[in-house]
Nanobody
Framework: QVQLVESGGGLVQPGGSLRLSCAAS????????MGWFRQALGEERVFVASIGSRGDSPYYAASVKGRFTISRDSAKNTVYLQMNSLKPEDTAVYYC??????????????WGQGTQVTVSS
């Protein structure tokens, strides 16, 4: 069993930055690939970024590549999403996800509760 708790969301102006954190419980954090998804109001949840269980193979959606960076700290059981050059279209609830295999919408075994990111002037 893995519990995921996100933090770091909030209101930011266009062009600004935020760093999301996802703290994972349990001693098996290192066994999971981790990812971030987002869901805008009235839309489906979509993939944002993922990282392998050993901190390898970062992968990004085209819409965020070059602006967002995913990383993980195994000592802290935490995965991060650094978001720079934020745009209004990045506004969404951001969800942390854990998967035993490559992160995809259907492979995720555990979800966090979500954290709201709003990009607006």
């Amino acid at each position: 069993q893995v519990q995921l708790v996100e933090s770091g969301g909030g209101l930011v102006q266009p062009g600004g930055s935020l760093r999301l954190s996802c703290a994972a419980s349990g001693r098996t954090f290192g066994s999971y690939a981790m990812g971030w998804f987002r869901q805008a109001l009235g839309e489906e949840r979509v993939f944002v970024a993922s990282i392998g269980s050993r901190g390898d193979s970062p992968y990004y959606a085209a819409s965020v590549k070059g602006r967002f960076t995913i990383s993980r700290d195994s000592a802290k059981n935490t995965v991060y999403l650094q978001m720079n050059s934020l745009k209004p279209e990045d506004t969404a609830v951001y969800y942390c996800a854990a998967s035993r295999v490559v992160v995809t919408p259907t492979s995720v075994g555990y979800w966090g509760q979500g954290t709201q990111v709003t990009v607006s002037s």
